[in-house]
């Protein structure tokens, strides 16, 4: 399977602590992107990073990207209960159309 | 935005009935939407990539004659699940490419179960 793998499956912190959540994966890419999911709903697109960029800002988002090692990370700081959700990365392998997913984190935010 | 609009979001069958399940890109035109599986707690996986005008392509192990995709126009691709049993019971979402490279905008989902 060429779906990438992120750790830690779950995280719960409390609202103001930062989470940081890691993606790795199989085969060479032209950008990795993360997406959120809300239970039951379908995903929303959060940042995309290229395989050229070893890091990327987006508000309280920060990814890198280390594509000699085939990983990426997603820090959101000072979280908030409302950041409760899963985070999935994905790839775009060379020479396709398709995005692979990650496993997922499952984030849990208390306030 | 990009909007993709998915209908229904839940629908319950009886064993051996057929579902269908549409997607339509409400702001733009998509000649490409793909249709994802999601079970509880785990990621999506794809399951084949829908092509306005042509032949659905279908990712390895999925049954094309289970799942049938159309894509009739430039705005609308449906998934039916034909001969629904309670093992396709899943969460279902489709996706359509926006003008940046290849970052998707999803649909909210289709909550299939099947009795």
């Known amino acids: 399977s060429q779906q990438g793998e992120e750790d830690p499956q779950a995280l719960s912190i409390q609202e103001g602590e930062n989470a940081t959540m890691n993606c790795s994966y199989k085969?060479?890419?032209?950008?990795l992107q993360w997406y959120r999911q809300n239970s039951g709903r379908g995903l929303v697109h959060l940042i995309l990073i290229r395989s050229n960029e070893r890091e990327k800002h987006s508000g309280r988002l920060r990814v890198t990207l280390d594509t000699s090692k085939k990983s990426s990370s997603l820090l959101i700081t000072a979280s908030r209960a409302a950041d409760t959700a899963s985070y999935f990365c994905a790839t775009d392998p060379y020479n396709t159309d398709k995005l692979i997913f990650g496993t997922g984190t499952r984030l849990q935010v208390f306030p | 935005g990009a909007v993709v609009s998915q209908h229904p979001s839940r629908v319950i069958c009886k064993s051996g009935t057929s579902v269908k399940i549409e997607c339509r890109s409400l702001d733009f035109q998509a000649t490409t939407m793909f249709w994802y599986r999601q079970f509880p707690k785990q990621s999506l996986m794809l399951m084949a990539t829908?092509?306005?005008?042509?032949?659905?392509?279908?990712e390895q192990g999925v049954e094309k004659d289970k799942f049938l995709i159309n894509h009739a126009s430039l705005t609308l691709s449906t998934l039916t699940v034909t001969s629904a049993h309670p093992e396709d019971s899943s969460f279902y979402i489709c996706s359509a490419p926006t003008t940046v490279a290849n970052v998707l905008t999803f649909g909210a989902g289709s909550r299939l179960t099947v009795l």
């Open positions: 085969t060479s890419i032209n950008n």
């Open positions: 829908s092509n306005e005008g042509s032949k659905a392509t279908y």
